[in-house]
């Protein structure tokens, strides 16, 4: 899914223990690792709207000007819950993608999925498609023509780490993955591990993607890696973390150090558990390409317009997205 009508067209250079924004850097101290020096505590940054193809309105979780990275994870775009009928929905053309996995999770309705590599795959709620760019891929996302009429996910990437981001691109469709129940509610384990299981999804850093859907008035202990930084996006409803209550609408970032997560709800509540270890490499992300300087983005960018490296997505109809000019401003260190 592209960055559509959210455009800069500068680049944004950040790690996993640092952010850089689009003109200076943050320093740890205003972005820190730990949101509480004392210990894991609770930082809380509201989402940002835009605007896809189809004219789809989404809040944009990652990257936010104070906190660009959790773990590999490098993106994260809420939809829905929405209703329609006699309308496309969703309808993003097909554009270029890069040093990444493209990560699409639903809750209801249906996407579907068309790539450069020739997959075709009909993404369902409890099922999984995982697009890994590497080098080079293309893709299209839409509402099917036979559809619920509903549309409500989450759309995620993951930065490919320097070993792994020029592979050859793939893709994956998982009908299915594992489902826990460690009481007060089900957990559907996407991507990573988490409490002893592991996703069959493949993963190219150490990670855990997970929905949690908590019933009325209840509890849920999840056990976490306490070296990993860890996050939550509330989808529905109102959680409570540490006494604190987690609304939706914002990223609340748990940092470091928590060996479990203890959460209650007094009303049915739904949320999204991403995670990992600080990543520790340099990234560039710039429309749809995750990099790591500006050149190779400007080669990438010129390589979607000639047609060249990306391959085009035959059994799309319709034009392709083309790409916004890119200027890059220099780069500060970390």
């Known amino acids: 899914m592209p960055q559509l009508h959210e455009r800069s067209n500068t680049a944004t250079s950040f790690t996993g223990t640092s952010s850089m924004g689009d003109t200076e850097p943050s320093s740890n101290k205003n972005n820190p690792e730990n949101p509480d020096p004392n210990g894991p505590g609770i930082a809380s940054y509201p989402a940002r709207s835009a605007v896809l193809g189809g004219g789809l309105s989404v809040q944009r979780a990652l990257p936010l000007w104070q906190r660009r990275l959790v773990g590999a994870w490098c993106f994260a775009d809420h939809f829905g819950p929405l209703n329609f009928r006699d309308r496309k929905i969703m309808d993003v053309a097909p554009h270029p993608h890069m040093g990444l996995q493209t990560v699409s999770w639903l809750f209801e309705g249906e996407v579907l999925h068309k790539d450069s590599l020739g997959f075709e795959a009909l993404a369902r709620p409890g099922g999984l498609n995982l697009m890994t760019a590497g080098r080079a891929i293309a893709h299209s996302e839409e509402t099917p023509e036979r559809n619920s009429g509903k549309l409500h996910g989450l759309q995620l990437w993951l930065a490919l780490p320097e070993g792994e981001r020029h592979r050859q691109p793939s893709f994956d469709h998982y009908p299915e993955l594992p489902v826990l129940e460690p009481g007060g509610g089900r957990v559907h384990l996407f991507m990573g591990e988490l409490a002893g299981q592991r996703s069959p999804a493949r993963a190219f850093s150490p990670i855990v993607g997970a929905e949690i859907a908590l019933g009325s008035n209840a509890s849920m202990n999840l056990p976490l890696n306490p070296a990993w930084e860890h996050a939550l996006f509330i989808i529905d409803g109102l959680v409570l973390l540490d006494g604190q209550p987690l609304s939706p609408g914002a990223l609340h970032y748990l940092g470091t150090g928590r060996s479990v997560i203890e959460m209650r709800t007094t009303i049915p ?55 916004p000019s890119f200027s890059a401003r220099p780069l500060a260190s970390g």
Do not use: C, T
Not at 288 to 301: G, L, P
Not at 312 to 321: D, N
């Open 269 to 323: 509540s739904r949320a999204a558990l991403i995670g990992g270890p600080p990543f520790g490499e340099p990234v560039l992300i710039w429309w749809n390409f995750v990099a790591r300087s500006a050149d190779e983005i400007q080669m990438a960018r010129e390589d979607w317009e000639q047609h060249r490296r990306f391959g085009e997505v035959r059994a799309y109809k319709g034009e392709r997205l083309k790409a």
